[in-house]
């Protein structure tokens, strides 16, 4: 008998093994999904892991129940990556293999309600609800227990559903069904026998008294000529016809429609050989690159912004290309695909697909296959295309490295893009270009030991130059921040100019919303969140408060209910409410703004990023996702309006951060002929970073931190975990945490900080509290320690007072 190491989509401690029925012993396979029971009912879709002849010591196997696919959806190198995140990243591997596969992958059962055929009474003696159910039963002769849950408007319904077995008018099963649907369209082809011209022109005779007939008729020859097979809905629209006269063609036998199946994602037209023109500094970097990533797996780009580092990676993509294997290119935002899609497709056509969080459940299960059976090689997306089934992967080029959104936080597991792209691509003996003009530190002192490669771009693609910065003091004040004062002359005059020259203009504010919180000028009382400690912001086209952490919405108040004082204001400045201020002072502008709130819809992003980019906005407002790599031709002018709030928070990354904020955000002025502008707002114009920033200097800013960061002992001269202890009552997920702590092996206690509070110590109406832990850098130790720490979690969980604490691992946290 064969055994099944199965993944099951829980978050379980360990996996599982199911004995294989000689009839799907030829069929089981590793990456193939199967259908198992896991508790005394529950069915789920899981995936083989691996197979042996051995049973399993401790329990008594169940069996495979069904085999759902004919071939295995996943390679075992996605297997063997699977576990390692689990492994380095303290979380298990079912965790991961719910954030690796789209959701119509995962199936568990439905618990469903079947009518009895076989009873034999009447409905009578029911209640009201149970009577409301059993009709309803027997017209549809199954009910879900979501559908039951309406019909009696109610969430509590099991009492009903035992009472209907009782009495023997329903039975209950568990149901377990695909979820993926594939796309049917209608295609409109030719009659056979008309092909031949002349029986062809010959209808155009007989059709002359069924003008809109022949209409149609003619409109379908046009499209079969032009694009080859006819949709149904293109012919209509073409021809300005209706169904009726299609339905016409149809009886008389001229037209055949058919239904056929069709892509969710269409591909991009084949493309030409697109010229590809590299300046003579950038064929000597591409040139450097290619020798490094012969001698080492990893190169770091450090290229000043608007150097050209894309036209380095898509130069190193057609190499790979040519190799015949597949390549992936790595985001932080989903916004930065609008323009490179476009770059990537013009040089290599159908071959390009772009994967994120915005695709349909359908779409992700069809570009997942076409991953995976490498029929798409060049991948474009964000965090979670890492986890797509690639064939042969040749190539991992993650541009922006530094950014934080690579770091995935919530749900598990907390992996780090950068990080597990290079571990992913050293399975398939692949290399890993990194691109930055502002790399983390980590990432640049790994290159300045000679871990990576290191090449640098010194020069804007064109000969421009970077813009000047001119630094202006916010006035000191409440005032300043809650009325157009926090839009300085300075910064006023220089929009204005840039206007006047038919230049474009983007202002910084990393905030959204329209103000920051509402507060009594009375009492000091703030408006805070019922389940996190946080104030709310104003959104004012929703006239709602919000919670940026929970997302619960507010109606703003008239009264204090602290004092009942109506001296209530809103204080701070958000996205929305720059973009209204802007319009108030420049009328004849327009203005976009982009933010969360305002690129929601699928393809909001790119229609925005379309708009500026055609000249069809003069003013982009925006937080920092117009930091990122953006590329706008005819921005002169960049307006950071609150520098402060990029510096001041309690993390000892702040002042890395805001630097690379500040001088991305710097990045996106003067990259064209013309020059460009800065105008850095800020209240504390003599803090250290904004020296560094001044003078575009990346290597001074590395080399304050880098020193005041081997002194503490902090990355990248250890390795930092997070451990989060979370309660509902805020005394036990802080005795929880000192347990956490005082359980520490000795040798993880000098590197302890906490346990503490962090800075919102309560979200979705659990209490936090934090330890950090600062490993040794030597890999084989850590390893040791995290082992240790997965058994300090294990038994605290196993004392009854902390069963409900959730403690949570953050590797190498941000």
């Not at 059709?207 to 003619?218: D, F, I, R, S, V």
């Not at 503490?712 to 036990?732: A, Q, S």
Request: net charge positive.
């Amino acid at each position: 008998m064969k055994f099944a190491e199965i993944i099951l989509p829980l978050a379980l401690a360990r996996n599982y093994t199911y004995h294989v029925p000689a009839e799907w012993e030829s069929r089981v396979l590793p990456g193939v999904r199967v259908t198992v029971q896991f508790g005394a009912h529950k069915k789920y879709a899981a995936i083989v892991k691996s197979l042996s002849d051995q049973a399993p010591e401790g329990y008594r196997t169940k069996p495979v129940l069904q085999v759902l696919d004919e071939e295995p959806i996943l390679y075992e190198t996605q297997l063997k990556f699977w576990e390692w995140i689990a492994q380095y990243y303290m979380c298990t591997e079912g965790e991961v293999m719910n954030a690796a596969l789209p959701a119509h992958f995962k199936l568990s059962s439905e618990t469903r309600l079947l009518f009895n055929g076989a009873y034999q009474g009447n409905f009578d003696e029911l209640d009201s609800q149970e009577y409301v159910v059993a009709e309803a039963l027997s017209l549809k002769k199954e009910l879900s227990i979501g559908k039951v849950q309406a019909l009696m408007d109610q969430a509590s319904v099991f009492g009903v559903i035992r009472s209907l077995m009782e009495k023997g008018i329903c039975l209950l099963f568990e149901d377990i069904r695909e979820a993926y649907q594939v796309k049917l369209e209608h295609f409109i082809t030719l009659a056979p026998a008309l092909e031949p011209e002349e029986n062809l022109a010959a209808l155009f005779g007989d059709l002359e008294k069924a003008p809109k007939q022949l209409q149609l008729l003619m409109a379908y020859i046009h499209l079969s000529h032009t694009q080859g097979n006819v949709r149904q809905a293109d012919l209509l629209e073409k021809s300005g016809s209706g169904y009726a006269q299609l339905r016409g063609l149809l009886d008389k036998g001229i037209l055949i429609q058919e239904k056929r199946r069709v892509d969710r994602l269409p591909a991009a037209a084949p493309s030409a050989a697109t010229p590809l023109e590299l300046t003579e500094q950038q064929d000597q970097c591409y040139r450097q690159i290619r020798d490094l990533l012969r001698e080492k797996s990893v190169t770091l780009l450090h290229g000043i912004t608007s150097s050209g580092k894309t036209l380095i990676y898509i130069r190193l993509i057609r190499d790979i290309l040519d190799q015949g294997k597949q390549v992936l290119y790595l985001l932080p935002e989903i916004a930065l695909t609008t323009q490179i899609i476009r770059r990537l497709q013009a040089h290599f056509g159908e071959a390009v697909g772009v994967y994120h969080s915005r695709f349909s459940d359908n779409e992700r299960v069809e570009l997942w296959q076409k991953v995976r059976t490498g029929a798409i090689r060049v991948v474009l997306g964000a965090r979670s295309s890492l986890l797509l089934p690639f064939r042969e992967l040749g190539l991992v080029v993650l541009d922006e490295e530094h950014d934080s959104s690579f770091k995935q936080q919530e749900p598990a597991p907390r992996y780090h893009a950068r990080d597990a792209g290079i571990f992913y691509a050293s399975l398939f003996g692949a290399r890993v270009v990194l691109g930055s003009a502002t790399p983390s530190l980590e990432s640049y002192h790994n290159a300045l030991t000679g871990k990576y490669g290191l090449s640098t771009l010194t020069g804007r693609f064109g000969g421009g130059d970077l813009p000047r910065i001119e630094v202006v003091a916010i006035p000191r004040g409440q005032s300043a921040l809650s009325s157009l004062g926090y839009i300085s002359g300075e910064l006023r005059e220089a929009i204005s100019q840039a206007l006047a020259q038919s230049s474009q203009v983007i202002l910084f504010q990393n905030r959204r919303g329209f103000s920051l919180f509402q507060v009594c000028m009375s009492c000091g009382w703030t408006y805070k969140c019922e389940h996190c400690e946080v104030s709310l912001a104003y959104h004012k086209g929703r006239e709602k408060m919000q919670c940026h952490y929970c997302g619960r919405k507010y109606p703003p108040l008239r009264t204090c209910p602290a004092c009942g004082s109506p001296a209530l204001a809103m204080r701070g400045f958000g996205t929305e409410k720059v973009e209204e201020d802007i319009l108030t002072l420049i009328p004849q502008a327009r203005v976009g703004r982009l933010d969360l709130d305002s690129v929601r819809g699928k393809d909001a992003h790119h229609r925005l990023i379309q708009a500026f980019e055609q000249r069809r906005l003069d003013i982009l407002v925006g937080t920092q996702m117009v930091v990122k790599g953006l590329d706008f031709g005819h921005v002169s002018l960049v307006g950071i309006l609150n520098a402060d709030s990029l510096w001041n928070y309690p993390d000892f990354r702040a002042s890395e951060r805001a630097f690379q904020l500040m001088e991305q955000v710097s990045g996106r002025a003067g990259r064209r002929d013309q020059p460009g502008k800065v105008i850095l707002q800020a209240f504390q114009t003599n803090h250290p970073v904004l020296e560094f920033v001044l003078r575009h200097d990346y290597l001074g800013m590395y080399q304050a931190e880098i020193g005041q960061r081997r002194h503490l002992g902090f990355p990248p001269f250890c390795r930092m975990v997070r451990i989060t202890c979370r309660h509902k009552k805020e005394e036990l997920a802080l005795e929880a945490a000192q347990k956490v702590a005082n359980m520490l092996p000795p040798g993880l206690r000098p590197g302890l900080l906490g346990p503490v509070p962090p800075y919102v110590s309560r979200i979705r109406g659990y209490y936090l509290f934090e330890l950090m832990l600062r490993l040794p850098p030597r890999m084989t130790l850590i390893e040791g320690y995290k082992e240790q720490l997965k058994d300090i979690f294990h038994r605290i969980r196993q004392e009854k007072n902390f069963s409900t604490v959730q403690i949570l691992a953050d590797v190498d946290m941000l």
